[in-house]
């Protein structure tokens, strides 16, 4: 999409529940687009800082939103528990906390539902279960996460 003289244009396409979908020509469009508008002081106006949320290479959508749209509280894993465990603390993101999970084994890995919300997770992360004595009892790899 082309602004004035040739210059991409930024489309605040819809709001819901706080999450912003922005479309310009590409995801790479969009950043380039983004840091030339923040060099000239130009931006969305959101009151907070905005995070990534998703994106959709095949529509060239963007979608962002506040911090807590990044909050997850029920994680799929593919891998492997290493013994019966219904409860343990649960490890999603290097440099994160671990976090109290209910753990349910499924046929390729395992379910949680976390005691309280992680930040940031992502299919492809590594999910690593530990008892309350800091044994691993179960790792895997993430495959989805969702909000409640």
């Given at each position: 999409?082309a602004g004035a003289a040739g210059n991409p244009t930024v489309v605040l396409d819809d709001v819901l529940d706080e999450l ?95 005691g309280e919300p992680a930040y940031g997770v992502a299919r492809g992360q590594a999910a690593v279960l530990y008892d309350d ?16």
């Open positions: 999409m912003f979908v922005l479309r310009a020509g590409g995801v790479a469009e969009l950043l380039r687009l983004h840091l030339h508008l923040l060099g000239r002081g130009l931006g969305v106006a959101a009151g907070e800082p905005l995070y990534a949320i998703a994106g959709d290479a095949r529509t060239n959508t963007v979608v962002v939103g506040p911090r807590s749209s990044l909050a997850r509280t029920r994680v799929t894993a593919r891998g492997r528990l290493h013994c019966d465990v219904a409860r343990a603390e649960a490890k999603l993101r290097h440099r994160s906390p671990a976090v109290p999970a209910c753990v349910e084994r499924t046929a390729s890995g395992f379910r949680l539902t976390l004595e800091g044994v691993v009892v179960g790792s895997g790899v993430v495959t989805s996460s969702a909000a409640d």
